[in-house]
Structures are given as structure tokens and as C-alpha cells.
């Protein structure tokens, strides 16, 4: 016979003190009566006990004292911002080196309770305290090289697993347009190298993408580099693919490979810094003119200290596929800077000399003159200026000398 909706109201009123009170073993008991009696699951029964108990009183918590009061938390900002908005688990390794470079340079004056908070903070807690913060736009692009047939039978293929364990010195290159969306006529690109061992990252302007530009970058970027240039990877682009940069890379006994076409993620470490380096730094706008090119010449030589000895990278260890789940595995973060001094590359001389440079520099004044050197962008890019017109007319092809060799054709007609 089955029950009405008041009997078994009743019957749950009933039992519901019983409930409350009874054991874990007897409120199983409890569960099954209510069950078959009222044809009821036992979810619906637990629901319907705990309707006719009435709401449960509120406990009067004790008030938890934050770990880390305002005080962590501004200077916490302070250093976070330094550093460009890193994540956490980017962010708590190099925080005790990034504290101890601002209090060098009086950028910052921390008390011991301040300091010992800073460093003690977890990865966890920088996130969930700077989460206010960490609203970011995230902008998209297209691609403007176009592919290159020449040499290409003389440039062997590179694909992204063989930089396993590479030595510091074998880089990836790429470029980056700077178009604002319109590829009509002639405008910037900034070339882009990255070494795969030490994640250390050199950026240059060009006025265009034409070879000669190229080589003047590629020779500007090998003098720089606290290491020796001895591989360089590129795309099939015909800015790359071209007897300049075979004959350059020859002279200088340069392993030159390339990546295989339509393969983006052969030149994935290159390819991630376009994103954190170049475009985070100076965004999608059109920058075609002589000033706008001074700028960013002067913002890059900031940049490439600031990136390569303060900002941290990590790596990924492993990568493991477990059915369609994708477990992957990073290791510590840190800076270009350290990874290379910890690679045991360099010499003992070498190591002083890059370690005395890194002491002289402020990563605070880094960042304003980046920061100045963006406002300047800003306010170039918002003057008036006369719409692009057609392509590019300069291909590269007049006669100059880099490093003892010389084009090989003269322009024609």
C-alpha cells in the first residue's frame, strides 16, 4: 500500500531526531526503514531528513589572522611588477635574487618580518594574493614571410626533438612583423634568437625583411651573445633560405639547419618568445617610419638585459600521454642568466665579467626605461601618416661587405 504525501511527512518527522543523533552504523538503519517504508533512495531520504531538521545552526568561526598582512602583499606587488607579472611558479624561485637586486640599487627597503615573508611565500599563495592583478589582453596576429625554394637541398632539415641536451650556442631564428594588420608596403620586423640550451633571447629591428638586414642583425647579435653562435635554426622563408646567410653561416663555422615546412613547433623555443618577448613588449602596431625604428632599437637594448638576467623561464622535462590525458613536468624556474652560468659553458673569466654586468644592472630602471621607451611607441604610432602603397621594393641586393664576403649578384634592371 503505498503512503500519502502527509504519512510520510509525518513519518520523516518522526525519525528525523533519531537520525540526528544516532551513530554512523544506526543512521544506515535509519535510511533503509525510511527507504521501504516510503519508497524512497536514499538520496531523496537524506534530503528529506534534513528538511524536517530545519536549517543547521551557524557556527561561529574563530577570525583567521592572514599570514601575510598589506605590507608582504604592496611589497609582494612591487617585485611582481618588476618583473613584468610572472606566474608564481616562475616568480618564487628568483624572488630572493630579485629582493636582493632592487635593495642593491635602493629601489626597494624591506624589514626583516617583510623580507622573510617575501621568501617564505608559495607559489600557490603569490598567485591567489595577486589575483586581482593578473587581468591580461591577449592579443593575435598572422604571419608575413613567405616561403623560400633556394638552397633548400643544401640545408638539412631540424626537427624540435633533435635540441635534446643541446650545448649553449645552438639558437633558433625567426621574424616578426610589424604591419599593424596591412602588408602593403615597407615596414619593421624585428629578428629573433633564441638559444634552446639557456632560453637566452637577443632581439634586433630591421627596416624590412630583405637579406642584407638580416646578415647586419644576425653579425650584431653574434657579437653580443655571451656565448659562441655555433647553430643557428631558421624557418623556409626566403629572408633565410639564401646564399647570404649560407656563406655567413659558412665563414663562421655555423651549423645552419632549418625546419621542416609548415611545422611551427620545429622552431617552438623562437616561437614562444616571439609571443613573451616581442609582442608583449611593442604589440601588433604598424611601425614603418625612421623614428619608430630608433625607439625600437633603443627599447631592445633594455629588453635584452632585462629579459635574459631577471625575467625566469621553465622548461619542460617531460611529457607523458596517458590515453587522451596529457601530463606534463617542468623544471625550476630561472633566469637565462643563471641556466648559463650553471651550464658550465663558460670559462671562469667570462662567468666574473657576465656576473659583474648583471650586478650593475637595476631591473626596476630597466623597466621604466622599457616602459618610456612603449609611451614613445604610443605616441609615434598615433600620428598621421600616408597609407602604405604596394610592395616592398628593396630586396637586398646591393653590393656591401659583413664579415669578409659579399652577395652574390648586383641588382638588375
Known sequence: MRLTLAERKAITRKLANRYE??????????????????????????????????????????????????????????????????AGKRLAPVMASTVEALERHGEISLSDRVRTGLLRMSAATIDRRLGPQRARLRLKGRSRTKPGGLLKSQIPIRTFADWDDAAPGF???????????????????????????????????????????????????ETALPFPLIGLDTDNGSEFINHLLMEFCVARDITFTRSRPYRKNDGCFVEQKNNSVVRRAVGYARYDTEDEREVLGELYGYLSNYVNFFQPQMRLVAKTRTGARVSKRYDMAATPHIRLLSSGAMGAEDASLLTKHYEMLNPAELKRRIAGC???????????????????TDHGWRAYEIGGFAPRREPTG
Open 171 to 221: 639558437c633558433e631564428a625567426d621574424l616578426v612583423a610589424h604591419d599593424g594588420g596591412d602588408p602593403r608596403g615597407e615596414h619593421a620586423y624585428t629578428l629573433d634568437v633564441t638559444c634552446v640550451a639557456t632560453g637566452w633571447t637577443e632581439v634586433r629591428i630591421l627596416r624590412n625583411r630583405a637579406q642584407r638586414w638580416v646578415i647586419e642583425a644576425l653579425a650584431d647579435i
Open 374 to 392: 612603449q609611451d614613445q611607441l604610443t605616441d609615434l604610432a598615433r600620428l598621421p601618416r600616408l597609407p602604405p602603397r604596394g610592395p616592398s
Open 21 to 86: 543523533k544516532a551513530p554512523k552504523a544506526e543512521k544506515s538503519r535509519i535510511l533503509d526503514e525510511i527507504c521501504q517504508l516510503c519508497d524512497w533512495n536514499r538520496d531523496h531520504a537524506r534530503r528529506a531528513l534534513r528538511r524536517a531538521l530545519g536549517p543547521a545552526p551557524k557556527r561561529n568561526r574563530p577570525v583567521r589572522i592572514p599570514t601575510y598582512d598589506a605590507e608582504v602583499i604592496s611589497a609582494l606587488e612591487i617585485v611582481w611588477a618588476t618583473l613584468d607579472g610572472p
